[in-house]
RNA sequence: GGCGACAUGGCCAAGUGGUAAGGCAGGAGACUGCAAAUCUCUUAUCCCCAGUUCGAAUCUGGGUGUCGCCUCCA
């Protein structure tokens, strides 16, 4: 059983029950949770930060229970998409679904975003596509069409639009599609599409395979339909069912009703999966994100004005079903946010003799997290005592619950708000550790990273080398001789901060507001306390 | 045409039957040589109308508005 402190239960919405269901994994400490994943054919966007930050936060918080996760994302590497833009560009598709696959990679690392368990690219499972595809026709669920092209016969599957939630007739009452005279079916699709070798430029591999190859006599050279490879990497990793499938609220249909009906055709096990969890829209000022639009915002662009802490936050204020509206307001928002708890997190702590003891805040936060993870009292504490087991058992009770509620991560943010204060304004050494603490290990279940000193805009300090000092050299000519001594920046700009805190002493302000408006203008902002030393930040 | 979501203070956003979390911004004060940082205090009756109820932001009906899916999209 995972460890729990609370009797809380794990309630999730299930686009599938409609309702937010008591989550019991089916072999339960373990969790098989798949994910869709980027089709890479181009750069990562806002969309896809939200995506996959509110699935990292449900992987963290799952491991934070107690469960063991098997948590497979898949790169969808083949594509009509990934064709064309090969296409356009001149180059080969493998070699361009190769370097957004690399890009997905370090976006979502700058993002925090956990690597999932195991990462699955949909052109190293052609294979098991085809067995499910050959499975289908074979038990009469798909068919080879006059072209060639494999269907799956959705009328053959009457449980067929479940989580869309309409019955096959109002879908096609509503019909925008156009009648493919292939199909049996107008809501038939694609397993298998046939390619036509008669150009001759086409490579074995990237833009076609053999069925043969894989002993699929029965079908003609071409590449898998848009949504076999998602059931088959699920099946070949996870098994025919699986707790958790999740995903952007737009592929609820066709394509995970299309799973679901291929995946339980073939198998004859239902449900494919127990829950099915889908993430709201990001929408700009209002309006929808899409290419067409040419409103989005990548994720590297964002990253140039935004850390991944204050995109994170962004995301995480709303719930995870909810739209998100983009807009710069907002943005600037959760990095004031971010900026505030994140700076004076490292001054105090720096400040703070008891919580030095610990060593790198990296080193008390591991300590955090054998407390209140594992409830290791003696990594933080000397000694258990009541009071101790009182407040833990409130304070990660408080946070167990908020999230159990299909994740309701902005109240779980103002339970991080509530520990912050904790720390900053309380006086009791013991209370101010464990909110500190908790602080720590909790914004890392939700995947911020406060442990990391911050980065402003500034830079690094290297970079700022030259003016520090011709400053320190303005200020104080005659002790520190400018270009001498193979100073480091940190240690001029600590000797500029101790000429500043001299000239204080003998309320010499011309040279103090010089060194402060000098530190400012390379962006420098100096931070004077009431009983501790002078610290700095990035403005 | 079919299906669905949402409407809470200046902005963002929880709450879903018992009289409105949190954040950001703003204002006042403390601290400061002056600032900044920090700290303290501080701002709403929940789109409109009707109904159910002892009691509704929270349920029901109607209205208005915004948005999404049904076509590639996270």
């Known amino acids: 059983m995972p460890v729990t402190t609370t009797a809380q239960q794990l309630r999730l919405y299930n686009t599938r029950t409609r309702s937010a269901d008591v989550f019991k994994p089916i072999n339960d400490p373990t969790v098989l ?27 963290r918080f799952l491991k934070h229970l107690g469960y063991d996760v098997k948590y497979v994302r898949n790169i969808t590497d083949v594509d009509d998409k990934i064709l064309n833009r090969a296409a356009e560009n001149g180059e080969a598709p493998s070699a361009l679904a ?74 096609e009452a509503g019909a925008r599609v156009e009648v493919d005279p292939n199909k049996k079916s107008p809501l038939d699709f694609a397993l298998w599409k046939p390619v036509d070798l008669s150009g001759g430029t086409l490579v074995k591999g990237e833009q076609y395979w053999d069925p043969a190859d894989y002993g699929c006599r029965q079908f003609v050279p071409g590449r898998p339909g848009w949504h076999i490879e998602c059931s088959a990497m699920s099946r070949t990793e996870l098994g025919d069912q699986i707790d958790l499938h999740c995903g952007g609220l737009d592929l609820i249909f066709p394509h995970h009703d299309n799973e679901i009906a291929q995946s339980e055709a073939c198998t004859g096990v239902h449900p494919f999966s127990q829950v099915w969890m889908h993430n709201g829209f990001v929408n700009v000022s209002g309006e929808k994100m899409s290419k067409s639009l040419g409103n989005f915002s990548t994720i590297a662009e964002l990253l140039t004005v935004y850390d991944a802490n204050t995109i994170r936050y962004f995301i995480l204020t709303n719930k ?28 105090m702590y720096e400040a ?19 407390f209140w993870r594992d409830k290791n009292f003696s990594a933080l504490f000397d000694q258990a005592d009541q009071t101790l087991e009182v407040l833990y058992d409130e304070l990660k009770g408080r946070f167990d619950e908020k999230m159990s509620n299909d994740l309701n991560t902005p109240e779980a943010l103002a339970d991080l708000n509530e520990l912050f204060h904790g720390f900053t304004k309380e006086n009791d050494p013991q209370y101010k550790k464990l909110c500190f603490s908790a602080f720590l290990y909790f914004s890392s279940v939700l995947g911020f990273d406060f ?28 002790d520190h ?23 204080r002493a003998s309320k010499n302000w011309a040279v103090s507001d010089q060194i402060r408006d000098g530190l400012g203008a390379i962006g420098i902002q100096l931070k004077d306390q009431k009983d501790g030393p002078t610290t700095w930040d990035w403005a």
């Open 33 to 59: 949770m798949y994910v869709c994943g980027p089709t890479v054919y181009d750069e990562a966007h806002l969309g896809h930060a939200r995506c996959y930050i509110t699935w990292d936060v449900l992987f």
């Open 98 to 171: 190769g370097r957004f696959t690399r890009r997905f990679h370090e976006v979502m690392a700058q993002l925090n975003v956990a690597e999932p368990t195991l990462e699955t690219k949909a052109t190293e499972y052609i294979g098991p596509m085809l067995e499910m595809v050959a499975i289908l026709v074979e038990k009469g669920s798909a068919y080879v069409a006059a072209d060639q092209t494999v269907y799956f016969h959705t009328p053959s599957f009457n449980a067929y639009g479940q989580l869309k939630g309409q019955n096959l007739d109002d879908l």
């Open 320 to 347: 995870y079903r909810s739209p998100v509206d983009f807009n710069e307001a907002a943005l600037d928002s959760a990095q004031n946010w971010v900026k505030k708890r994140h700076g004076l997190i490292h001054t």
């Open 352 to 370: 703070d003799n008891d919580a030095q003891a610990f060593g790198t805040m990296a080193a008390f936060a591991q300590r955090a997290t054998a």
């Open 451 to 478: 442990v990391t000193p911050p980065v402003g805009a500034g830079g690094n300090l290297e970079a700022h080398q030259a003016a520090l000092e011709a400053l320190l050299g303005e200020v104080s000519p005659g």
């Open 481 to 503: 001789v400018a270009g001498q001594g193979g100073g480091s920046a940190d240690s001029l700009l600590q000797a500029i901060i101790a000429v500043r805190a001299e000239a």
